[in-house]
C-alpha cells in the first residue's frame, strides 16, 4: 500500500541543515508496531504520524515516535506536522490550530507576512520543576568534570511536555567537549523521570543569540539531536527561574545549537512568560 509522507528540516538556517522529520499523513491503519518499524527505518530522531485529515473533537490527532519507542509529547515533530496540515490540507491560512498529543492538546498559531507562511508557534504545557540533581553524577554522565559545570545555577529536572536534566556549562570549548558516558548515563537515568539530557552555555558564536544547547536522549534511540523544541522551552523555564528571576514579562531566548559531529546548526526561539501565578511558554520555528 502506497502512503504519503514529506521529510523536512525544522528550525532550519538553511538547506540541508535544521533538526530532520519525516510526517506520514492518514496513518490510522498503521498498527503501533508498523509505526515503529517506520520510524526505525527512516532513523531520524522523530517521526511524526498524523492519524486523519479530519480533525477530532477540534484537533488533529499526532502520534509521534524515536527509532526506540513512542514520546508523548515534541516540539519539532509537532511543528512539521502542523507545516504540512496547513500547506497540504486547508485551502484557507488558519491563524490557529489544535493538535491532540499524547500528553494532550497542545495549541499551535501561524505568522503570515504578505499572505505567505512566515512562522509556527506551539504552545506548551506548564512547566514543572523536578528535583535537583547532584552535580558529580550529572557531570560523569556527560563525560565532563563536576568543576566543568557552571556553578551558578543548579541542575535540576525541568518539564513543559518532556522533562529535561538541565546542565549549564561556563563555555563553548566545555559544550563541544561533552559526550554521552553510557554506565554513568544509565545511572543518572535510573535514578530521574527524565531521560534526556541538555546542556546549555550563554556563550555563543552568534552575538545575536542568548544560549548555546546540546541534547541528549540515549532511552529515546536519540544519539544526540540536533535540535528540540521541547529541551527549548524547558530552558526558557529553566532560565526564567534561576537565570532570570526577576524577569516578571516576556522572556525570549534565541538558541542556537552546536555538536561537533555534524554541520546541522539550528536555530530556534523560544519565549516564557510569568503572569501572577502562571507562567506560558512558546517555541517557534521560523
Not at 528540516?9 to 533538526?19: M, R
Not at 499523513?25 to 498524523?50: G, K, Q, Y
Not at 526564567?240 to 542556537?256: E, F, G, Q, S
Not at 552546536?258 to 539550528?266: A, F, L, N
Amino acid at each position: 500500500m502506497e502512503r504519503r509522507f514529506y521529510l523536512l528540516d525544522v528550525f532550519a538556517e538553511g538547506p540541508y541543515s535544521g533538526n530532520q522529520l519525516a510526517v506520514f499523513r492518514n496513518a490510522s491503519s498503521l498498527m503501533e508496531d508498523d509505526m515503529l518499524r517506520l520510524a526505525r527505518e527512516v532513523h531520524f530522531s522523530e517521526t511524526a504520524f498524523i492519524l486523519s485529515d479530519v480533525p477530532r473533537e477540534g484537533g488533529y490527532d499526532v502520534r509521534v515516535f524515536t527509532p526506540v519507542h513512542e514520546i508523548p509529547f515534541s516540539g519539532h515533530a509537532v511543528l512539521g506536522a502542523a507545516w504540512v496540515l496547513q500547506r497540504e490540507l486547508l485551502d484557507e491560512s488558519p491563524g490557529f490550530m489544535r493538535v491532540n498529543l499524547g500528553v494532550g492538546t497542545v495549541y499551535i498559531s501561524f505568522d503570515y507576512h504578505h499572505g505567505d507562511l512566515d512562522a509556527i508557534w506551539m504552545a506548551h504545557r506548564s512547566a514543572e520543576y523536578g528535583p535537583l540533581i547532584d552535580v558529580e553524577s550529572a557531570a560523569l554522565a556527560v563525560g565532563l568534570e563536576a568543576s566543568e559545570v557552571d556553578s551558578r545555577w543548579p541542575i535540576q529536572e525541568v518539564s513543559t511536555g518532556l522533562p529535561f536534566i538541565m546542565i549549564p556549562v561556563p563555555s563553548m570549548d566545555i559544550i563541544q567537549r561533552a559526550r554521552i558516558e553510557p554506565g554513568a548515563y544509565d545511572c543518572l537515568s535510573a535514578a530521574s523521570t527524565a531521560k534526556a539530557i541538555l546542556l546549555f552555555t550563554p556563550e555563543t558564536y552568534n552575538p545575536e543569540n542568548d544560549f548555546n544547547i546540546r541534547m541528549f536522549a540515549p532511552e529515546y534511540g536519540v544519539r544526540e539531536d540536533p535540535a528540540s523544541g521541547a529541551g527549548a522551552c524547558s530552558l526558557a523555564a529553566y532560565v526564567i527561574k534561576h537565570v532570570r528571576p526577576l524577569t516578571l514579562a516576556t522572556l525570549t531566548c534565541v538558541l542556537n545549537r552546536v555538536t561537533r559531529s555534524e554541520g546541522r546548526h539550528c536555530c530556534l526561539l523560544a519565549s516564557g512568560a510569568r503572569r501572577t501565578r502562571d507562567m506560558y511558554w512558546w517555541v517557534g520555528e521560523w
